[in-house]
T-cell receptor, first 113, second 109 residues
Framework: KAGVTQTPRYLIKTRGQQVTLSCSPI?????VSWYQQTPGQGLQFLFE???????NKGNFPGRFSGRQFSNSRSEMNVSTLELGDSALYLC????????????FGPGTRLTVT | ELKVEQNPLFLSMQEGKNYTIYCNYS?????LYWYRQDPGKSLESLFV?????AVKQEGRLMASLDTKARLSTLHITAAVHDLSATYFC?????????FGKGTRLHILP
């Protein structure tokens, strides 16, 4: 069974631009979560989608948004990029929300210059 | 607000030694996860602990959960260099999973 895939793997953007990252979950998984990882703040929860609905949102500004499609694929968008948005963005999928195990994708490394 | 604290944050140890990483959390939860991350890589799931007293072992790693004490431990037995990585614990609250800051483990040959 194929794992979680994320595209692109690396991205360089300029301040003020916007970016869209994509995540394809493991086949059959309906929940997709997004995390931001930085050396200073560690791993921070962004949001979780289940059956095309946002179930939870972390403490991030409205510039960070996401969506999930009917095939469970998810995208996250960051508008008006800031230098501090440089991070590794990880998505994770699981069969259901709640206690089921999460499987992480390889991540997208975003650099904002 | 759920807080997850790991200690130590950095650990350098000799091969062959035993050590324990501690994970404390601030609210009631019966879902505790341990992950491993190698430099530049994604997270690999190690253990999922879903009940008080749960103990799981894989090779030289053993994880346990005490929900009453709000404490999980990851014990490393006879460490080998290949176990050098960053280890994260994470706790489930409602449908969110909150991570600790990670323990960077460096095992000296």
């Amino acid at each position: 069974k194929a794992g979680v895939t994320q595209t692109p793997r690396y991205l360089i953007k300029t301040r003020g631009q916007q970016v869209t990252l994509s995540c394809s979950p493991i086949s059959g998984h309906r929940s997709v979560s997004w995390y931001q990882q930085t050396p200073g703040q560690g791993l921070q929860f962004l949001f979780e989608y289940f059956s095309e609905t946002q179930r939870n949102k972390g403490n991030f500004p409205g510039r960070f948004s996401g969506r999930q499609f009917s095939n469970s694929r998810s995208e996250m968008n960051v508008s008006t990029l800031e230098l501090g948005d440089s991070a590794l963005y990880l998505c994770a999928s699981r069969y259901l929300a709640g206690g089921s195990e999460q499987y992480f994708g390889p991540g997208t490394r975003l650099t904002v210059t | 607000e759920l807080k997850v604290e790991q200690n130590p944050l950095f650990l350098s140890m000799q091969e062959g030694k035993n050590y324990t990483i501690y994970c404390n959390y601030s609210t009631t939860s019966d879902r505790l996860y341990w992950y491993r991350q190698d430099p530049g890589k994604s997270l690999e799931s190690l253990f999922v602990l879903l009940s008080n007293g749960a103990v799981k072992q894989e090779g030289r790693l053993m994880a346990s959960l005490d929900t009453k004490a709000r404490l999980s431990t990851l014990h490393i037995t006879a460490a080998v260099h290949d176990l050098s990585a960053t280890y994260f614990c994470a706790v489930g609250e409602d449908d969110k999973i909150i991570f600790g800051k990670g323990t960077r483990l460096h095992i000296l040959p």
